[in-house]
């Protein structure tokens, strides 16, 4: 399980993250979605222990983010989306290489990386250098270093952003099997086709907070709308209008004193 719990992250006097709370559960793909700049990558960087929140906390598997990074880490898979590789090393030696960072050795660790190979239908490169692979490919290595120690819960940014559509497929029903094998998934998107596809909750970001929570379906149902795409619209079309409000009272208060 995976919990947030009034997270929130400055940089100077830009608030990236306000005061964000959501549970996402074992067996459940929840997703983040919002539009490039909304707060979703910051997000996921605080529940991986890659940044430290400015104020709140989150739980992953019960592990605190703050007090208890070793075991956030070792509960945890991370794909991010600007994920590399090294040029010079093979898919194996890539999974054998992280396995070894989480303490993972012989015939048990080789066990996990065939086991891998198989899943991610990773034969045919298995071997190879990773120079010249392609995005698709990178991407499944990548999948398979996140779960190299069979992690429970697994993070998502963006996980078929530049992918051409065999790629996209592929990687989404990766995503599809850690959740019939009851792994919690978090995963950020601007893609409404995608969260149709494979979330089972969404919480709608904008400008660092959430604005709805619910399952599509709810979403679509509650704001009368024909689509999740006409949802997601009416939401970050109504809160852009209170901001402006805001902001020209704002301005005005500020004419008065002046």
Do not use: W
Not at 124 to 129: C, E, I, L, V
Not at 136 to 142: A, E, Y
Not at 153 to 180: H, Y
């Amino acid at each position: 399980m995976i919990e947030a719990n009034s997270l929130a992250k400055r940089f100077k006097k830009f608030e990236a993250v306000k005061n964000i709370s959501f549970c996402a559960y074992p067996g459940e793909v929840f997703g983040l979605l919002g539009p490039n700049g909304a707060g979703k990558t910051t997000t996921l960087r605080m529940l991986s222990t890659v940044l430290t929140p400015s104020a709140g906390t989150a739980t992953v598997g019960g592990f605190d983010i703050r007090t208890q990074k070793d075991a956030v880490r070792s509960n945890l898979g991370i794909l991010v989306e600007s994920a590399g590789l090294y040029a010079q090393s093979t898919t194996r030696e890539h999974l054998r290489y992280v396995g070894h960072l989480h303490g993972l050795d012989g015939s048990e660790l080789e066990q996990r990386i065939n086991g891998l190979i198989e899943a991610l239908d990773m034969r045919d490169f298995a071997d190879r250098r990773a120079n010249g692979f392609s995005r698709g490919m990178i991407r499944k290595v990548v999948m398979g270093m996140a779960l190299v120690h069979n992690p429970p819960n697994v993070i998502l940014d963006e996980p078929t952003q530049g992918l051409d559509v065999v790629s996209t497929r592929a990687v989404r029903e990766i995503v599809r099997r850690f959740r019939d094998e009851g792994r919690c998934v978090v995963m950020s998107t601007h893609l409404m086709d995608e969260v149709e596809r494979l979330c089972d909750r969404v919480a709608i970001i904008h400008r660092g907070a959430i604005l709805e929570e619910g399952t599509p379906a709810e979403l679509v149902e509650k704001y009368h709308a024909d689509s999740l795409e006409s949802a997601f619209v009416q939401i970050v079309g109504t809160q852009a209008l209170l901001d402006e409000a805001e902001r020209e009272a704002k301005e005005k208060k500020g004419h008065k004193h002046s």
